[in-house]
């Protein structure tokens, strides 16, 4: 296959299944104004590719079906789109600062961003601008509900939500892969590939939903 089982991240931070959806993403431009979090005295409304942090409870979700959450740090994520089968659920990627990695894992990152792009590796991370030089951890994309989130990221005193639309389109082009990919090795393996377990979760918050 030519990657490894579990990716060894660079310095961030998968197991259980039923009824695996499609991984298909909703068409852009939709808005679903029905996927809001209540924190606080405010509602926090999931905007298409707007930057969250999640609450600690949703890190018990992953856990309790079998996936693998190592991140200890309170890591921004991007809900990228929401999905198709359910549009109160979002695809959302982890993010971090690319100017906090060593020079070995910057090395180690290249590794996997200059792969040739029909390797399933070439997909695992990307780095982009926001409000500063990011990364991308898009081998961890997660399914998460306004539920789960606990406030939204705010860069120059707004909300931040990435309007890049060649960055945009690249998140969407690698998460569509791994998902493409999880879907498939779930039917031919019975088993996830990623660690965090992506459909498990998802299928969890399809029942608590």
């Known amino acids: 296959m030519g990657f490894p089982m579990y990716p060894k991240h660079i310095g961030s931070d998968a197991n259980g299944f039923t009824n695996v959806p499609q991984y298909t993403l909703a068409k852009k431009g939709r808005h679903y104004a029905s996927s809001f ?37 309170e890591r921004p994520v991007v809900a990228i789109v929401p999905s198709v089968e359910d549009n109160k659920i979002y695809w959302a990627i982890p993010m971090g600062d690319l100017s906090h990695r060593t020079t070995e894992q910057l090395e180690r990152l290249q590794g996997y961003l200059n792969s040739p792009n029909k390797m399933l590796r070439s997909c695992f991370y990307h780095i982009g601008n926001t409000d500063k030089k990011s990364l991308f951890f898009i081998s961890d994309v997660l399914p998460i509900t306004a539920e789960y989130v606990e406030r939204a990221y705010i860069a120059h005193d707004n909300p931040l939500i990435i309007k890049n639309k060649k960055l945009v389109a690249e998140l969407n082009r690698k998460v569509t892969r791994i998902l493409a990919f999880e879907k498939d090795y779930l039917r031919t393996k019975g088993k996830p590939y990623f660690r965090q377990n992506i459909y498990g979760i998802y299928n969890e918050l399809k029942q608590l939903g």
Request: net charge negative; glycine share 10%; with cysteine.
């Open 37 to 73: 979090s209540f924190a606080g005295d405010d509602w926090v409304d999931i905007t298409e590719n707007g930057v969250y942090f999640l609450k600690r409870e949703f890190y018990d979700v992953i856990r309790k079906v079998g996936g693998i959450c190592q991140d200890s740090k």
